[in-house]
């Protein structure tokens, strides 16, 4: 994997590519619902492809939030 990690936002489409590899795209993986890995030919990760990407961010950043803020209060 390179160090060259790209992320792209396609907004019209609210897709979010997160490219780790040039490497060409052998095969692809939907490991949850909206959430697929693209693999090259040594079955390998080389990208992920989020739809409704907006959505998935913003649900992610409140759950990683709410969990903070969880273990704060168990921890007083």
């Known amino acids: 994997m390179s160090d060259k990690t790209r992320m ?5 489409e609210d897709v979010l590519h997160i490219l780790l590899s040039e490497e060409e795209e ?5 490991i949850s619902p909206n959430i697929t890995v ?3 030919e040594a079955g390998e990760m080389i990208g992920v ?3 409704d990407a907006s959505e998935f961010l913003k649900n ?5 939030v709410q969990g903070k803020l969880l273990l704060e209060k ?3």
Do not use: D, H, Q, T
């Not at 792209?8 to 019209?12: D, G, Q, R, T, V």
């Not at 052998?26 to 939907?30: D, F, L």
């Open 49 to 51: 492809e989020i739809l």
């Open 26 to 30: 052998a095969g692809s993986v939907e």
């Open 8 to 12: 792209i936002y396609f907004e019209n």
């Open 60 to 64: 992610a950043v409140l759950e990683s």
């Open 38 to 40: 693209e693999l090259n």
């Open 74 to 76: 168990m921890a007083a």
